[in-house]
């Protein structure tokens, strides 16, 4: 439309100094001859608004687009477009019927299908193609595409976050490994599942953590690490079984946020997670030699696996697959580097030493809105593990409490017999319950079995136990008498052979001995993270009980917890364990 008008208006300049008639004449013999300005040359083919190229300008075609635009203006220069025919085809049904299905079939062989059991008259496949090409994207993948992978064609609504302040809405999602490491519990490869917890106003990561499988217990651990940064108001998560659940729900609303779960399968709106999970999980899976994701190569990771199972076999350890000590090392690096990280989904911001404009990372972000006077608001640690233990209710009976099948006593509940109280629980220890009202006053704590009593005192179980035992023997001392018609006497034993060795002997025997205490394997530490933390344990199970244990245990056994990797095996276990 606007390159026609240049040429109406360059006909009225020229037609200032002449006729109208000359200066198209002079146009048009300009075009033919290829002598147009650089301006109105760019322009032909635009106001010809042709599918053949090379054509020129014509009388014709310049008469009729001053009569036009004489007549209605500018609008009248714009091309006539000839309407696609949109009616439907009688056999249309019949073959969308052969062709929408999620086999995904291709045209020919539907059509091959469609031919053989028409009754009308059969179309061309030419005829078939030119009407497929006419459907729009959405209608043609109808049935071979499912409404989910539908919504990939379709309008969508974009959310913006600049509005938001941190801790305004926090996003989580569980992702499973794209590679495998060595289990800690079992020694053998299994692919973990990372819980992350985002912050959407900024995109930073605020909560981590590593399981097994999707759980109520993961998606808790990584809320008390995201709410020691800073509390939420509005928690938004998917349908999953670790989110979609009662316990966290309830944790939830005591700590004062809102769970908002997104529309079942409808990913999409999940795209920070998503997202975030290819930049840090798939691309630090890729880094790992024990990569199984759909785009390793087949024949690579064949070999990575028979040679891993074998080496785990044989020495119990590989390098093909991190531990996880490595493997939680590795996590944290990756979070830390998400977040110094420019994202694009946040506004540029001007860089305060190149004063080039950029995208801020997630932690400049989270500083930026700090010193706009933003303030989180961060609970101390009692007060969050306070707050993120679950509760339920139960009523009390005679200063006692059931709960998960057991039995938990406490003296100041005894004034509240009968009455219904609030019962928080560790989902990792069971050993004690807190108790509050229902007005959320803190009682006290409640000892597992803590009225439990020996049912009879020890001594006098112990003098029971002699009392039976001297009975057993009575009565199969007369029983062999019986058989044998013979009196049956205790013959006290002969002393040792050693209370009769000469002085030189028991010298002799007691260097012999020496040789042998010297002789006994020296401590060695493990090189493996889960031997080490095991024999840890056994120390400091020994030790508790009284027994004695070596110089150099001690010393190992005092030190070993200040290393990184004892508190990501005590972790590991702790979850385990839960």
Known sequence: MLARLCFIREVERMSVVGTQRRAIEILVRQAHDGALSPYLKDRLELANHKKSGGRTLSERSLKRWIAAYRTNGEIGLAPLRQRQDLTIPDWAKDFLRCYQRPTKPSVAASYTEFARGYKGAVPSIHAVQRFLKKLSPEALQAGRMSPQELKMLQPFRRRDTKNLFPGDVYTADGHKFDAEIINPITGKPYRPEITTVLDVATR???????????????VLDALRDAVRKCMFGIFYVDNGSGFDNDMVREVVDRLGGTMQHSIPYNSQARGLSERGHQTMWVRAAKKLTSYIGVDMD?????RVHRLSRKQLKETGTTRLMPTFGEFMAGVEDEIATYNRTPHRG????RDPYTGIQRHPSPDEAWQAAINQGWEPIVATPELVESLMRPQVIRTTRRGEISWAGNNYFMADLTHLHG???????????????WAYTLEGELIGAAQLDGNSTDYMPQTMLEKAREKRQQGQFKRAVGKVETLTGHRVEMIAPTTAPSANLSVEALEEAREYAKTLEQQKPSFVVPSDDVA????WVRLDQRK???EEITADEARWHERYPSHPDFVAMKRVF???AG
């Open 204 to 218: 930073r990561v605020v909560g981590i953590s590593v399981g097994e499988a999707e759980s109520a217990i993961g």
């Open 298 to 302: 087949k024949h690579a990771g064949t």
């Open 346 to 349: 946040l506004q540029k911001i």
């Open 419 to 433: 009455q219904e109280i609030r019962v928080a629980y560790d989902v990792r220890d069971a050993s004690q319950v």
């Open 532 to 535: 080490r933390y095991r024999l």
């Open 544 to 546: 508790n009980a009284g």
């Open 574 to 576: 702790q979850q385990q």
